[in-house]
């Protein structure tokens, strides 16, 4: 019998951990995970992964010693601080949804769901940094798109959720509401201006990242993610507009695209349609964000042509920004174990 391919997983509580852990449960491919705590998290809890019990470990070189993979999915601080104890280079590989890895020289960006073809083997790299969520739905609607119609250009809005903020995002948009309502003082720790109700073009000024970060680090995602080999020459790049919006769960898109020719709608559609893409016809209603939770991939609707432009067509659609995330750390954890 093959010995469990055991992973450990930092920040066992938090949302993007908590799907993983769901993930790994409903996998039946033999991963098994060891819950590590992170540093806002309580060490010797007792909780569950699918039906088994389990205890979640301190954040020791121990509690990491003979994994084969690590995935960094708690707070930066414990992500810095399993990297410590991890070395330079690593011990084991490491799969970073924090973006703390990020600069380190051997890291590789990763988005399995994007990637058709790979240059080299991927356990060559010593740690993978999973994609921001919305550039990897970025690249696999336009990818996908530029393939059977040469795009010429796009032009695309991202609506961001407060769980792009974990757990402390959400919480903060939701005691926002709770305290508008109640005409109490609002918190503002993750965002520094009151969301609930409201769209932000940018945080207030004591907000720990700024919204300009975040779309920078979007677009330089993208920009790998186009660049990767695949049929033919790369879709550009497009001109991106982030928006913070006052949803809980899941980023939507408004997307115009210009194509090099007048596009056959029925053909465009069809061709959009691949395993990771449903696409709804004009009979469907447009995909939500709401609807989209819990869903792999990403979900396209509200195709409608420019009527000022025979060449561009309007798209609408949305991505589960935790699921989408974990769901590509897990299949780089099964292509390194």
Do not use: C
């Not at 509200?302 to 897990?330: H, Q, S």
């Amino acid at each position: 019998m093959d010995k469990p391919r055991a992973i450990a997983l930092i920040g066992s509580e938090s949302l993007l951990a908590r799907e993983i852990r769901d993930l790994v449960a409903t996998g039946g491919d033999g991963l098994m995970l060891r819950l590590v705590a992170s540093d806002d998290e309580q060490a010797g809890a007792l909780t569950r992964i699918g039906d088994e019990a389990t205890v979640v470990d301190s954040l020791t070189a121990e509690s990491l010693l003979d994994a084969r993979a690590v995935i960094l999915a708690g707070s930066a601080e414990s992500s810095r601080k399993a990297l410590e104890l991890l070395g330079d280079p690593p011990d084991a590989a490491i799969v970073d949804l924090t973006a703390s890895a990020e600069e380190r020289p051997y890291a590789r960006l990763r988005a399995p769901i994007v990637e058709t073809e790979l240059e080299d083997d991927p356990a060559d790299a010593a740690v993978h940094v999973i994609a921001h969520p919305a550039a990897i739905a970025l690249a696999l609607f336009l990818r996908r798109l530029h393939a059977n119609d040469p795009i010429r250009r796009s032009v695309i809005q991202i609506f961001a959720p407060a769980s792009e903020f974990g757990a402390e995002g959400v919480a903060e948009l939701q005691h926002q509401t709770v305290s508008l309502l109640s005409f109490k003082n609002m918190p503002r720790a993750i965002f520094d201006a009151q969301l609930s109700f409201n769209l932000l073009a940018r945080y207030g000024d004591s907000a720990p990242i700024s919204l300009e970060e975040a779309e920078l680090r979007i677009e330089r995602h993208l920009a790998s993610l186009l660049a990767l080999p695949g049929e033919g020459e790369s879709a550009p790049m497009p001109s991106l507009r982030l928006i913070q919006a006052p949803v809980f769960h899941g980023y939507s898109f408004s997307a115009w695209v210009e194509f090099a020719d007048t596009p056959d709608m029925e053909a465009l559609e069809s061709s959009l349609s691949v395993e990771s893409i449903e696409v709804r016809g004009g009979d469907f209603e447009p995909p939500t964000n709401v609807g989209q939770a819990g869903q792999g991939g990403i979900s396209v609707g509200g195709i409608i042509p420019d009527r000022n432009n025979t060449d561009a067509v309007w798209f609408w659609f949305v991505a589960d920004n935790v699921r989408l995330a974990a769901e590509n750390a897990i299949a780089v954890v099964r292509q390194l174990v």
